[in-house]
């Protein structure tokens, strides 16, 4: 009896001893699934970035593959994480970063917005982030980057830009000049031009180098570009600054091409009406002006006819009322004589009797 309870305790205890076990494992698989710092909500149906109610330290945000806009609430709740080092948003609904928007998170060293619907980049979108190492803009609507977007980061070492429509016109091209001279890959291949056609599925670094024959650029894009230290890269920065100023400009008035075209399209339609207007106008200025004066010469001389015949008629009809008054006093005068056969007293007579 004694003996098969002290088997019955065995028993317990080596079950008590693997559960625990079990337990224990669990408990560092969990660690290892999040591990202290990161908060993980992807495929949540989020609207808004969530704020950090516990003011934990989180210094790994990742929300893909939800419905996050960046907007001004999102910014609000990114000020709760103070110490956030990697922002991870792909898959979402951005379509746009207004400019300072991430200055609120200045530590981040990776962003990621990969897979959005990003058509525009204000130049100053990702200003504030002196410690950023990696941007991921691949996979979005991106046709053109501002010739100013890299000011400020002289950390950066990875940008991704594949799987974009990029317009390879060269003063749009000036970015990428600047990119490749600040020494910071690209990414993998498949970053290729849509616009314009002739130039549709070729390669960008390719491209850049056909409109800037002068400098030389990394044939293979999947290799990081060759490092060169700071003297040198503010060498040819400085130099790129000066040959390229003009076409910076250009392309800081022509952001958005492929989106704003029917802008561009109008303004030059409004340009070329209000040119053509001035040169008729020029042209048929003099004679316009000789047939208005004519015009109104011969308002003048009816306007006389008008006032003669006016007066012609009011002087015809002050006649012809004066011989209505000379026919009616014949007439009246025919009567008397006509009544002198009869009974008329003359008071007149009647006076001088």
Same mark, same amino acid.
């Given at each position: 009896?004694?003996?098969?309870?002290?088997?019955?305790?065995?028993?317990?205890?080596?079950?008590?001893?693997?559960?625990?076990?079990?337990?224990?494992?669990?408990?560092?698989?969990?660690?290892?699934?999040?591990?202290?710092?990161?908060?993980?909500?992807?495929?949540?149906?989020?609207?808004?970035?969530?704020?950090?109610?516990?003011?934990?330290?989180?210094?790994?945000?990742?929300?893909?593959?939800?419905?996050?806009?960046?907007? %001004?609430?999102?910014?609000?709740?990114?000020?709760?994480?103070?110490?956030?080092?990697? /922002?991870?948003? *792909?898959?979402?609904?951005?379509?746009?970063?207004?400019? @300072?928007?991430?200055?609120?998170?200045?530590?981040?060293?990776?962003?990621? +917005?990969?897979?959005? @619907?990003?058509?525009?980049?204000?130049?100053?979108?990702?200003?504030?982030?002196?410690? +950023?190492?990696?941007?991921? +803009?691949?996979?979005?609507? /991106?046709?053109?980057?501002?010739?100013?977007?890299?000011?400020?980061? @002289?950390?950066?070492?990875?940008?991704?830009?594949?799987?974009?429509?990029?317009?390879?016109?060269?003063?749009?091209?000036?970015?990428?000049?600047?990119?490749?001279?600040?020494?910071?890959?690209?990414?993998?291949?498949?970053?290729?031009?849509?616009?314009?056609?002739?130039?549709?599925?070729?390669?960008?670094? %390719?491209?850049?180098?056909?409109?800037?024959?002068? /400098?030389?650029?990394?044939? *293979?894009?999947?290799?990081?570009?060759?490092?060169?230290?700071?003297?040198?890269?503010?060498?040819?920065?400085?130099?790129?600054?000066?040959?390229?100023?003009?076409?910076?400009?250009?392309?800081?008035?022509?952001?958005?091409?492929?989106?704003?075209?029917?802008?561009?399209?109008?303004?030059?339609?409004?340009?070329?009406?209000?040119?053509?207007?001035?040169?008729?106008?020029?042209?048929?200025?003099?004679?316009?002006?000789?047939?208005?004066?004519?015009?109104?010469?011969?308002?003048?001389?009816?306007? %006389?006819?008008?006032?003669?015949?006016?007066?012609?008629?009011?002087?015809?009809?002050?006649?012809?009322?004066?011989?209505?008054?000379?026919?009616?006093?014949?007439?009246?005068?025919?009567?008397?004589?006509?009544? %002198?056969?009869?009974?008329?007293?003359?008071?007149?007579?009647?006076?001088?009797?």
């Amino acid at each position: 009896m004694m003996q098969s309870c002290r088997q019955r305790l065995l028993l317990l205890c080596l079950t008590a001893a693997v559960a625990m076990n079990m337990l224990g494992n669990t408990a560092v698989a969990a660690k290892e699934v999040a591990p202290q710092g990161v908060k993980n909500l992807t495929n949540m149906a989020l609207s808004v970035i969530p704020h950090n109610v516990n003011s934990s330290v989180v210094t790994k945000l990742v929300i893909e593959r939800n419905l996050i806009t960046l907007n %001004e609430l999102d910014r609000q709740a990114l000020v709760s994480y103070p110490l956030l080092e990697e /922002l991870h948003l *792909d898959g979402n609904w951005v379509t746009a970063v207004p400019a @300072n928007y991430c200055s609120v998170v200045p530590h981040l060293r990776v962003l990621s +917005l990969s897979r959005n @619907n990003i058509s525009r980049l204000d130049p100053e979108a990702f200003f504030g982030l002196d410690d +950023l190492t990696e941007l991921d +803009l691949s996979h979005n609507q /991106l046709t053109s980057l501002p010739s100013q977007l890299l000011r400020g980061m @002289n950390g950066l070492k990875k940008l991704n830009l594949q799987e974009n429509p990029w317009n390879c016109s060269c003063p749009l091209l000036s970015s990428i000049v600047e990119v490749t001279a600040a020494n910071i890959s690209i990414g993998a291949p498949g970053v290729t031009c849509a616009f314009p056609e002739a130039k549709a599925g070729k390669d960008l670094y %390719e491209t850049t180098a056909a409109c800037y024959p002068s /400098l030389t650029f990394t044939a *293979d894009p999947q290799t990081p570009a060759t490092p060169v230290n700071t003297q040198q890269s503010r060498t040819t920065s400085a130099m790129l600054k000066t040959t390229l100023s003009s076409s910076q400009d250009q392309s800081n008035d022509w952001t958005p091409v492929f989106g704003n075209t029917w802008k561009f399209t109008a303004c030059v339609v409004a340009l070329a009406l209000t040119t053509s207007m001035l040169i008729v106008c020029a042209i048929k200025g003099p004679s316009w002006y000789k047939l208005f004066h004519n015009y109104r010469h011969r308002r003048l001389n009816q306007q %006389e006819d008008d006032e003669d015949n006016f007066a012609s008629t009011v002087f015809s009809e002050i006649e012809r009322y004066h011989n209505h008054q000379t026919f009616t006093f014949e007439h009246q005068n025919g009567q008397t004589e006509e009544e %002198e056969d009869g009974y008329f007293e003359d008071p007149y007579i009647r006076r001088e009797e």
